[in-house]
């Protein structure tokens, strides 16, 4: 019997049992479109984070006063620092510039500063707006930051009452504009705008040196910091860099043991890689309750399968009276099944496309941006390539046994 004969009959069955196989191919319909929609999701998020690794730089390294068990398992606390309450440290906990002076001596580290920050209202052409000021040593700075600007500069070592700002700083939170060499006014303090940095680069910063942000910040204090950022030569040397300071700040800070410690160190190496385990884990566990879809639909097609099978007998002892062998049986049953779970697999990513083109307009977003409309010609391949496999597997069992049955029992079957 030629191929061709096999999926004419093949076809012939799906088609005169329409209610049936269409609930049937409803199943693998709703699995795979659930799981090429998760895998194309995944590979959104997974296209996102290197784009944002790609744009960090993994050799920075954040001391903060305060301490947690919690930050001590998710190796580090924020760059805002500590606290909450499970902390194990005072709450006077304090950086200073005695602990800059002990980390200096730490090898394989190119940069180090202290910073601090704090909230104030910015005024400019009469109007206010609270911002987050953040002081930094503009001396160093400047080689530990990897901003684009849209104009301007960076903070020079001679700089004092000057301030690099976000974008949308200079450009939405005010009525007009805020050019360079514009002043702006911080607690009576005038500053002069040198930097406006690009767009999604901290659009809402406002930096300046830190001798200048202690008289402008409600209480700053000279030589103590918020932060210590320490930048390591290299990514391969962060983790050994953490150790060390870790180390040395027990032993400047006189902790003798964890439960007194009263500082935390972050690094953004770890936290790029606990979000990609993260991301990792959270795909598979969506993909394994898609998976559950398919296992349905699998079943549904095997029970289709036994179905056409009983009610085909009569026909099967025909066709094997007129010669047919019981490899022409088994072949037909299993084009039938596979042409169901080809279907299935066509209309799933058909629903996948529209799901993934509607979740934009919904307002779904995937970390900075929105899922796309598209899927990955090789996710379709694989899509309908898993739908066709799970149709042969639930279909070999009833193909078989309607290869195997006997003519003379088929012929009297009722």
Known sequence: MRRSTYLKLATNIL???????????????????????????????AADMEERFADMDLTMIRVTPGYTKAMSVMGGGPPGGGGGSSSSSSDDAELTKKDIMALKLIDNIDYIYGQISGSEDVYFMGKSASLSITGVDPQVWQYTVTYDLESGRLLDATDNYVAVIGYKVAHEMYDQEIG?????????????????????????????????????IEDAEKGVYDTIVVKADSADNVE??????EAKLMISRHIASDKDRDFSVSDSLSQAESASEMMESMTLFLGAIAGVSLLVGSVGIANTMFTSVMEKTKEIGTMKAIGAKNRDILMIFLVNSALVGFVGGVLGIVLSLGLTSLLPYLGISIMRSSLGSTIAPDLMLMGI??????????GIIPAYNASKMRPVDALRYE
């Open 15 to 45: 088609v005169h049992s329409k209610i049936r196989s269409w609930l049937t191919i409803i199943g693998i319909v709703i699995g795979v479109g659930s799981v090429v929609t998760i895998m194309s999701l995944s590979d959104s998020m």
């Open 180 to 216: 360079l060499n514009r002043v702006i006014t911080v607690n009576g303090k005038s500053v002069r705008v040198v930097g406006i940095l690009a767009s999604g680069e901290s659009d809402n910063a406002v930096v300046m040196p830190i001798d200048a942000a202690v008289d402008i």
């Open 240 to 245: 050994s860099v953490v150790d060390a300071i």
């Open 385 to 394: 390539s898993i739908a066709v496999v799970i149709g042969v597997v639930s």
